[in-house]
């Protein structure tokens, strides 16, 4: 599962103006209104025959739930941490949807408010990976800022408190075609070869089940995050090479002298090549992304910080390389194309069990939440401000040993997230990871 959680913040006198939970309760509701795949319900998951069901009503007083936190966010994370938001994460990982199947969705919205009379909140919506990739979050809270802008300013809409909290959907409005219906999903008919089998490379623990996820993040304030994301643009590499590049370097010096290279996944989001209008399909939640790999080799012995950039011009290349693989219709060849032509793919996914992984990272970076035009109704001052945001995912059976998870809030501060299995990788590891990744912003 997914989660995104930006920090709200009242702007100004608005503070006081209206009931937390009565705007809660109102914006949520609109925003599960308009998207129906929200009261979506995977069906046979496990099975070849699996399909969507729909919900015919969500009890939101079930699926929002309130916290309080113990000490202000800023007192909470002043050394770039935030345990107390970590903990719940945590917790909500390994939290099945399936309790209570067929009565709540796959979906929960957590609200961390702030302690004593302010307003201010984490909203965390989590949600399986069926209903929405990463970019999905976004979309998600772009619609809920919105909403929270209009509940705000109605002072005389009671609709949304909590005695009045079930959703039913809206008839004509319906889910999005699946991936294969809006991409042509083409073959590549001359597949690269895969890296030759000579590097030795760490892969953390093999692949096995069930999976506990852990999870652990960071946070940069405004003015570090912008002076590294002008040193990336300085260095022609995007936010997500010079991230991929400090974390894979930073992995290198835990590791045995012996391993000799990582690969990493990073995903792609395949929205731009759907065929809906740009707008639809960036507006959708859903689950729309593949994936490339990148193998990085370890530096060569150059103790300079230069290491780092030539790693990240790199992971630029290898991305580069995808997307300038097309098809003759214009679309990049995806990994992800094979998997239409096979009928049970929990057969491949058991048949992994007791192997290596393929990969040691997999770094996902949603980039910047903006607010989308028209967030703030017409004529009307912004009621709500968006501090620092953190996308979070739950460790992959199957999958890389550490999952990075990158997002930038709309005060421009950076957080970086990891989440791995347990057992397939230590927290000693992941503590010395986390704080060589600290260090090179502390020296940046």
């Known amino acids: 599962m997914s989660a995104y959680r930006p920090h709200y913040k009242p702007s100004g006198s608005h503070a006081a103006a209206f009931d937390l939970r009565r705007v809660i309760f109102a ?38 739930i309130f916290l309080k936190r113990t000490k202000p966010l800023a007192a909470a994370s002043a050394d770039g941490s ?57 979309v998600f809270h772009n619609a809920f800022r919105a909403a929270l802008e209009t509940a705000s300013l109605s002072a005389t809409d009671e609709a949304g408190t909590e005695g009045e909290g079930t959703v039913v959907p809206v008839e004509d409005i319906s889910i999005l075609p699946p991936l294969e219906e809006l991409h042509p999903l083409p073959i590549n008919p001359t597949p690269s070869a895969p890296p030759a089998p000579g590097l030795k490379q760490w892969t953390g623990g093999p692949i096995h089940a069930p999976c506990e996820s852990r999870w652990s993040s960071l946070h940069f304030s405004p003015s570090t995050s912008q002076a590294f994301f002008r040193v990336c643009k300085d260095k022609s590499v995007s936010v997500t090479s010079g991230l991929t590049s400090i974390i894979a370097t930073a992995l290198f010096g835990i590791l045995p002298p012996t391993t000799e290279a990582i690969t990493c996944i990073i995903p792609v989001s395949l929205r731009p090549w759907l065929s809906l209008p740009r707008g639809e399909a960036n507006g959708a939640i859903g689950t729309y992304f593949d994936a490339t790999k990148v193998q990085i080799a370890r530096p060569g012995g150059r103790p300079d910080s230069a290491v780092e950039w030539d790693a990240a011009q790199a992971v630029s290349a290898g991305i580069a390389d995808y997307l300038a693989n097309v098809s003759p219709t214009g679309e990049p060849y995806t990994a992800v194309a094979p998997f239409k032509g096979i009928e049970d793919v929990s057969v491949i996914f058991n048949s992994l069990l007791g192997q290596p992984r393929d990969a040691a990272l997999e770094v996902t970076n949603v980039g910047l939440l903006v607010p989308v035009s028209g967030s703030v109704p017409e004529n009307a001052e912004s009621t709500w401000e968006i501090g620092r945001v953190l996308l979070s995912r739950s460790a992959v059976a199957s999958g890389a040993a550490i999952t990075v998870s990158i997002a930038t809030g709309g005060d421009g501060s950076l957080s970086v997230g990891f989440s791995w299995q347990e057992g397939v990788v230590g927290q000693d590891v992941i503590n010395k990871l986390r704080e060589g990744v600290r260090g090179f912003f502390g020296k940046a």
């Not at 599960?32 to 009503?57: C, G, H, M």
């Not at 099945?96 to 709540?104: N, P, T």
């Not at 302690?115 to 990976?129: L, M, N, R, V």
């Open 27 to 64: 914006a949520t509701r609109d925003v599960v209104q308009k998207n129906r795949i929200l009261f979506a319900l995977p069906v046979n998951e496990d099975a070849v025959d699996t399909y969507f069901a729909s919900l015919p009503s969500i009890d939101l007083t079930r699926s929002i």
């Open 82 to 138: 935030d345990e107390e938001l970590d903990t719940i994460l945590e917790k909500q990982h390994n939290t099945s949807f399936k309790a209570d199947y067929g009565s709540l969705p796959f979906w929960r919205l957590i609200i961390l408010e702030a302690p004593g009379p302010s307003k201010e909140f984490t909203a965390s919506f989590i949600y399986h990976h069926a209903i929405g990739d990463g970019v999905s979050g976004m």
